[in-house]
């Protein structure tokens, strides 16, 4: 699983010209599942410890002393969350010059990990929660703030 999450002073996702999601400041996260997943990953503690870790990053500034520092997470800070499916995370560009996916989830099963994904930072998190729709031509317009980018990879941050 990989997430780019990308701090935000507003993001928004359309489809076909209608807005389906949209945030205030907060963090946008572009979520997309690999081969080496599997249609089981939601069994793997890496599953939920990549939701924990997502809303647990410090890069919300704090108060006072600590108002230019990364010092809160989302909840800490009171954002919001926009999570976008993309499975371009995955992209293989070693040969050529088209991009290949045969690496990325497919997308029989991705969509159930996306969806349940998205449910349980929901039901887990204590701040605003939109997504993107899975599987759309989408429009994603977001302001970055910084920018702050971080790259969370399961692969490289937990053992399974």
Request: negative net charge.
């Amino acid at each position: 699983m990989r997430i780019i999450a990308q701090r935000v002073k507003e993001a928004s996702v359309s489809v076909d010209g209608r807005l389906v999601a949209a945030i205030d400041a907060g963090i946008m996260a572009l979520v997309g599942f690999g081969q080496e997943d599997g249609p089981d990953f939601r069994s793997s503690p890496s599953y939920t410890a990549m939701a924990r870790k997502l809303v647990g990053l410090r890069i919300f500034p704090g108060t006072g002393e600590n108002a230019h520092k990364f010092h809160a997470s989302l909840d800490e800070f009171g954002g919001q969350l926009l999570l976008v499916p993309q499975f371009t995370l995955y992209a293989d560009c070693r040969k050529g010059r088209r991009p290949s996916f045969t690496d990325a989830g497919d997308p029989a099963w991705a969509k159930d990990l996306f969806s349940d994904f998205v449910q349980m930072v929901d039901e887990t998190c204590a701040v605003s929660v939109s997504s993107g729709i899975f599987g759309a031509d989408m429009d994603v317009r977001l302001c970055n703030w910084g920018p702050v980018t971080i790259i969370l990879d399961s692969a490289n941050l937990f053992s399974r």
